[in-house]
Structure formats: structure tokens, C-alpha cells
């Protein structure tokens, strides 16, 4: 019932800027708990930024400074600028959502219940 579809994702120097968006249609997400995970190759997937219904945003400490994660109810989307982007972000990007409580870490993968397919950024020169 809940579905998320990413965009934004392509290739870019080291330095340079994107931005990532996720579209959802069903207004009930507007009211979740939603982040930006993303998993690279060999790896596990990890948190990347969240945010809370009311505006309340984590991050992975890598990322501070550089992304910036934000969500718009009205328009029905979640965003993540993603600014002086690194070979090591090069990953496969996930929108989520979750519909419960967050019971230990916004950042944790196991507490979203809802995802989207991912769009890829490859960071290399």
C-alpha cells in the first residue's frame, strides 16, 4: 500500500552536488518517521540521514555537514541534498519509511518497515 520511488541518482566528480528525491502518493506517510539508507557493494546497508514527523534530523557522522535531509508534505517527498560528495558515497540509495516507533536508532535499518527500489550514485573522477 505504501509506496516509495527514488530519483536523482547519476554520476558525479568527487566534490560535486546531488540531489535525491522520494515520491510517495499516500498522504499517511507524511506522517512517518522516513530516512536515506544506502548500501554499497560488499557492504551491509546502512543509515544515511532521518527524519522525524516533526522535523527532528539524524546523520551519519561521515555525512554531517555535507548532507542535508528534509521532506515536504505537501509535495508528498523526501529529500537529501548531498553536497562535496566522496568516492566512498558511491552507493545503491534507499527512501524508507516507518510507520512505528523508533525504539533504538532512527539510523538503524530494522526499524523501517517501508522501501523504495533505490537510485545509484557513483562518485568517481
Known amino acids: 500500500q505504501v509506496q516509495l520511488v527514488e530519483s536523482g541518482g547519476g554520476s558525479v566528480q568527487p566534490g560535486g552536488s546531488l540531489r535525491l528525491s522520494c515520491k510517495y502518493s499516500?498522504?499517511?506517510?507524511?506522517?512517518?518517521?522516513m530516512g536515506w539508507f544506502r548500501q554499497s557493494l560488499g557492504k551491509e546497508r546502512e543509515g544515511v540521514a532521518t527524519i522525524s514527523v516533526t522535523g527532528v534530523t539524524d546523520y551519519k557522522e561521515s555525512v554531517k555537514g555535507r548532507f542535508t535531509i528534509s521532506r515536504d508534505s505537501a509535495k508528498k517527498t523526501l529529500n537529501l541534498q548531498m553536497n562535496s560528495l566522496k568516492p566512498e558515497d558511491t552507493a545503491l540509495y534507499y527512501c524508507?519509511?516507518?510507520?512505528?516507533?523508533?525504539?533504538?536508532?532512527?539510523?538503524?535499518?530494522?526499524?523501517?518497515?517501508?522501501w523504495g527500489r533505490g537510485t545509484q550514485v557513483t562518485v568517481s573522477s
Open positions: 499516500n498522504p499517511d506517510v507524511g506522517r512517518y518517521y
Open positions: 524508507a519509511a516507518d510507520l512505528g516507533s523508533i525504539t533504538k536508532s532512527s539510523l538503524s535499518v530494522s526499524e523501517y518497515e517501508f
